[in-house]
């Protein structure tokens, strides 16, 4: 197989099922985004990278499969009954997701805040919390084994057919649910006096403290917010893919590098990156060599370190010191 | 009464957090086959769940514990000043004991006799082929790291990557690859030795100059992103590295010139003694980088990078030097490895392996080239030690829990590691400043 031969085949496919591949990548593209703004606040409001957020989201993906299994059972959810349980999976979700990232953070940054660590310090110790949490899942749930969330809806369930592309309920939802989870965490970010305290100490943590914030209540709050969205996204790919304890490292990954796309501390750029990510991610499908999936992989890890080595500001621009 | 006193309750809770956290860390594993319809269970955490709660005798066990240590930290309260300094005088005893010349020098001459004749005291084969690939490779790939971590400051999450670099290039060369050797002539392995190392080294300087202009955290992502994007490559290309397999047998390396014959078969004495002749070479090269102009290029780049430029000192060359240079001694562990394991496969260089050599650096003491092999040895021995008995229903997974609590603990109690470097422990404290505040009053929520 020559490589022009594989090359316009690649377009050949994306030719005839375009509308497939944008629904796929809109619906990776909303995970991906709520994971990013949390990536992107948590940097605004500390300055570096929370290398547990992976974990995070993981933590929330499965306590959905916990939920909808014990919920569920072996039935199949229906009608207004998949509404709720979607719902309440969104709540569980985000709020085990809220905890885990409000323990990271008093376990592994606050002492070092309080001693004004080096930078090396919290990431050595991000590191750790996201090794242990990781790790800790493994021991529960086990070692690489994909788990099924219950039946929310049938597996598989078309909602309708757009020029002849079936887009599943699944991709309707989790668009739906990013999309008004994204525009409410902006809205708090930038309309509310808790946002207008993540922001004040994004920008200047110590004179905001002089100005009455309260930083760790903020830094708290911020991981709250980051953590209950990721724990959202969880939930919504658990119901897509099902969820593996090391689902944290590589998706993790793949939204951080959302948010450096759009320029972290940047949370617009961090979703519209999201949304980069997941369409790069579902059109790269049909350029895999041999149809092997790791190559989608590769292309996106390459990405993330094309983008920072040329361009580590994103494209929207960085916005240290101003989250929104 | 001062017991019930509200930051007392706290440290209750936090105790009883800690305690609740361990009771799960050493518990029994959940199941990882999980029906596919019903709730997940045999987990451990079902069975501790609300309605279970009654039927798990451990919970309590841990429980009671936490309330008896919280009764005699409450008790211990009022002399707590003086049981810190104890604590600290012991923590500082290795330096204190190090410090002084005589001792030092019969300290160096009992470990090196130690070391020598180990051997002759360790009987079995096993035990020693565990010492040469779990404590000697790990020494090497640790010192690698020190230099990358702590002499320049960078955080490398893609440390295996050289590792991995150093054991194909040794499959390569042997002929051990599905790919035909270079040259179409394998060549024996104890030639590739300083070609390991120069492909590691080369390695280095290819993936150092284009991410070591970028900042810690952005560095510490990137090579994570490089070490996914060749665990990937290798796995992939089948033909070429033997994918998830790996590859077949690496020939034991021999020597021969003519008055001397060494051949480095089944037995793995010879390997311990090549292993502990380079870990030497590797020693001596480094502590003298550390204190030529090189060294303390790194410092003062560690330190700030700013000042560093504006005195003249170029930082991406030094930072590319401080990457090759780790590389070195991480490839050779690679080819060491693979002529010892003989088999090389893709499972051997994760993510894992990277944050396990981490651990160690930072556990021994990052910048302390004696702290950093004395960290190796005292994890790989602990760890050594897991594997083979399995104590306390421990499972060979359950590692990188333990490795991810440790690395969050070092940094809360001890980030200048067990024997700092002194410049390392001044840098720390430095940061220190500000609120004077003991690590464990912040551990225990009490406000400074």
Known sequence: MGFEHFWLSGFDQIHTAFWTYLAVGLQNGAVYAMIAVGYTLVYGVLGLINFAHGEVFMCGGFAGVFLTRGILGDRTGTGWGSVGLILAGILIGGLVSALVATGVERVAYRPLRRRHAPKLAFLISAIGASFFIQTLAGKEFGYGVNIFPGQVFEPGKVMFTLFGAQIHTIAVVSIIAAVVMLVVADRIVRATRLGRGIRAVSQDAETSSLMGVNIDRTITITFILGGALAGAAGFLYTLQSGMVQNAGTEIGIYAFTAAVLGGIGNLRGAALGGLFIGLFGSFSVPFAFEGNVQWTEIYTFLILVLVLIVRPTGILGEKSGRTA | ?448
């Open chain 2, 1 to 448: 009464m001062t017991i019930f006193a509200p930051a007392n309750l706290k440290r209750l809770f936090t105790i009883l957090m800690i305690a609740g956290v361990i009771a799960v860390m050493t518990g029994t594993p959940g199941s990882s086959t999980a029906p596919p319809t019903t709730g997940i269970h045999g987990s451990y955490l079902e069975r501790v769940s609300w309605f279970g709660l009654f039927a798990v005798q451990r919970w309590f066990l841990f429980f009671t514990l936490g309330v008896i240590v919280w009764l005699l930290v409450s008790f211990y309260r009022p002399r707590a000043r003086t049981i810190r300094h104890g604590f600290d005088s012991v923590l500082a005893l290795p330096k204190e004991i190090t410090a002084k010349r005589p001792t030092r020098i019969v300290l160096i001459l009992v470990a090196l006799a130690i070391l020598l004749f180990l051997p002759k005291l360790v009987h079995e084969s096993f035990w020693m082929y565990l010492i040469v690939e779990q404590i000697g490779v790990w020494i090497l790939l640790a010192l690698g790291l020190n230099v990358v971590v702590g002499f320049a400051g960078l955080l490398d999450l893609g440390f295996a990557a050289f590792y991995a670099i150093g054991a194909y290039t040794t499959a390569l060369f042997t002929g051990a690859l599905p790919m035909p050797a270079l040259f179409h002539h394998p060549i024996p392995t104890l030639w590739v030795i300083p070609i390991g190392i120069l492909a590691a080294m080369i390695f280095g300087v290819l993936l150092g100059t284009p991410t070591l202009r970028l900042r810690g955290d952005y560095l510490a992502i990137v090579t994570l992103g490089f070490a996914l994007i060749i665990d990937d490559f290798v796995e992939i290309q089948n033909g070429v590295t033997g994918g998830g397999v790996g590859s077949t047998p690496v020939p034991h390396p021999s020597l021969n010139l003519g008055f001397l014959h060494i051949h480095w078969g089944i037995s793995p004495t010879p390997y311990y003694y090549l292993c502990l002749l380079f870990i030497a070479v590797f020693i001596a090269v480094f502590s003298a980088l550390e204190h030529s102009r090189i060294g303390r290029a790194w410092v003062a780049i560690r330190e700030d990078e700013v000042a560093a430029e504006s005195v003249g000192i170029n930082p991406l060359k030094f930072k590319v030097m401080a990457f090759a240079v780790g590389a070195a001694s991480g490839g050779f562990g690679g080819v060491m490895s693979a002529g010892l394991v003989g088999i090389i496969n893709p499972s051997l260089f994760t993510y894992q392996i990277s944050v396990n050599v981490l651990v160690l650096v930072i556990f021994g003491g990052m910048g302390s080239i004696w702290g950093v092999a004395l960290g190796a040895i005292v994890i790989q021995t602990a760890t050594i030690y897991l594997d083979n008995y399995q104590p306390w229903g421990y499972q060979f997974n359950d590692l990188f829990m333990y490795i991810g609590a440790l690395l969050i603990v070092m940094m809360i109690f001890r980030p200048a590691g067990l024997l700092p470097s002194r410049r390392r422990a001044r840098e720390f404290a430095e940061a220190k400043g500000g609120d004077d505040v003991h690590t464990d009053e912040v551990l225990t929520g009490e406000q400074p």
